[in-house]
Nanobody
C-alpha cells in the first residue's frame, strides 16, 4: 500500500511562490505515474501535473504551463510541485496522487481522478489578490 503525505501549502499573495512536497512510502512497483491534482470549493478535482517516475516525462495542465514545475527526488522518495507566479485562481486543496499504471502519464486522460489509486490527504493553497 502506497502512502502519500503532502506538505508545503499555505497563504501567499498573487505573484508569489510556494513549493509543495509529497513524501511517498510503501512502493510495491519500481515505476509509477505520480502527480498533483487540485480541487477548489464547488469544483471538480483536476489534474495539474504528472510525472513518470522512471523516465521523468511530464505533462501539465494548460492553466499552469510555464508557472509550475513538477520534479522528484528519488533519494528522499519525494515529489515536488514548484509553483511560481501564483494567481488567485490557483487557490485550492492540492493532492498528491500515484498509480502503478505508469502509462497513465502518457494518456490523454492523465488528469482524470479515476486514473489514480493512491491519494494523499491534501494541502491547502490560498492565493490572495
Amino acid at each position: 500500500q502506497v502512502q502519500l503525505v503532502e506538505s508545503g501549502g499555505g497563504s501567499v499573495q498573487a505573484g508569489g511562490s510556494l513549493r509543495l512536497s509529497c513524501a511517498a512510502a510503501g512502493y510495491s512497483y519500481s515505476r509509477y505515474c505520480m502527480g498533483w491534482f487540485r480541487q477548489a470549493p464547488g469544483k471538480e478535482r483536476e489534474g495539474v501535473a504528472v510525472r513518470d517516475t522512471d523516465t521523468g516525462r511530464t505533462s501539465y495542465a494548460d492553466s499552469v504551463k510555464g508557472r509550475f514545475t513538477i520534479s522528484q527526488d528519488n533519494t528522499r522518495n519525494t515529489l515536488y510541485l514548484q509553483m511560481n507566479s501564483l494567481k488567485p485562481e490557483d487557490t485550492a486543496t492540492y493532492y498528491c496522487a500515484a498509480d502503478f499504471r505508469w502509462a497513465n502519464c502518457y494518456s490523454g486522460s492523465w488528469g482524470r481522478r479515476s486514473e489514480y489509486k493512491y491519494w494523499g490527504q491534501g494541502t491547502q493553497v490560498t492565493v490572495s489578490s
